[in-house]
């Protein structure tokens, strides 16, 4: 089965607080896009992680000598809670996004064991070749395609199960419908129980039905407010189905730890489009 989703979920403060940013945006085979960015200060950054179904693979890259990179390599997996990322002076970083619905390939590690939390996989058997080979290559380009060999390998080895294909069937719809949709909603389209469609997204995904939903519905609000947005905040809020402008502050302060209008304040004077390179 093909992946459908297309959920372009976005971490804003690598944009905003960190140099260089640069994206290439795939939204296929689970994977949202690839990206890059450096710091180029005197001192590590603090990086704000918001709440974000989606997981992300992050080669940190410090230059051991003229002709030598040495590489670090992070799992960050699903964000369910604001946290941080330490973005180290004088390093430049190599990611990819991958979607809700994206195969796991960490073997020592499953899936519920990596929500919230930060996985050095340098040091997992089963990674450390994959991570040796990234850390030889020295572009953004070679990177990319680096990684699409080994990923498109591990994603034909894997078997397709039945239980694994419906639950993309129900992520994919979750995103279709913005995350704005109930679970007895998803009852009548599957003809499957909300018991039953919550046991596989445990088993899939590590979190709920409702958590995802949540998740994916703050990504396209995100977006929209990234896109300039914010001049009606009231019209956001009955757009994405607030029960009023206090649930929406409440909700939002929740994923981010800011307000709707502080978060909007940043954006405009981080000039956060202008400071992505789509490549």
Not at 151 to 162: R, T, V
Request: hydrophobic residues 35%; charged residues 25%; contains cysteine.
């Amino acid at each position: 089965m093909k992946y459908k989703t297309e959920l372009m979920s976005i971490q804003p403060y690598f944009v905003l607080d960190a140099d260089d940013f640069c994206q290439k945006v795939l939204l296929q085979k689970g994977i949202s896009h690839f990206y890059s960015f450096s710091n180029y200060s005197d001192s590590d950054i603090p990086i704000k992680l918001f709440v974000d179904g989606c997981s992300n693979i992050i080669f940190e890259y410090s230059k051991a000598s003229d002709d030598l990179w040495s590489v670090r390599s992070h799992f960050i997996g699903s964000t369910i809670e604001p946290r941080t990322f330490c973005v180290r002076k004088n390093c430049e970083y190599f990611c990819v996004r991958l979607q809700p619905s994206a195969a796991c390939f960490i073997k020592e590690i499953g899936v519920k064991d990596s929500i919230g939390k930060i996985i050095i996989l340098d040091e997992l058997s089963s990674m450390k070749e994959f991570c040796s080979t990234m850390g030889m290559q020295k572009n953004f380009d070679s990177r990319m395609h680096t990684f699409l060999d080994y990923y498109e390998n591990i994603l034909q080895a894997k078997e397709d199960k039945s239980k694994n294909c419906l639950f993309r069937q129900i992520a994919d719809i979750i995103v279709q419908h913005r995350g704005m949709i109930k679970v007895s909603e998803l009852e009548k389209l599957t003809g499957y129980s909300s018991r039953y469609i919550n046991i596989i997204f445990e088993q899939e995904l590590g979190f709920s039905i409702k958590q995802l939903c949540t998740s994916v519905k703050f990504q396209f609000l995100l977006n929209d407010l990234n896109r300039g947005a914010s001049d009606s905040l009231t019209r956001l809020s009955s757009e994405y189905k607030f029960y009023d402008q206090a649930h929406f502050i409440h909700e939002f302060k929740n994923c981010t730890g800011k307000t709707p209008s502080e978060y909007a304040s940043e954006v405009f004077k981080g000039n956060y489009v202008q400071n992505i390179v789509n490549m």
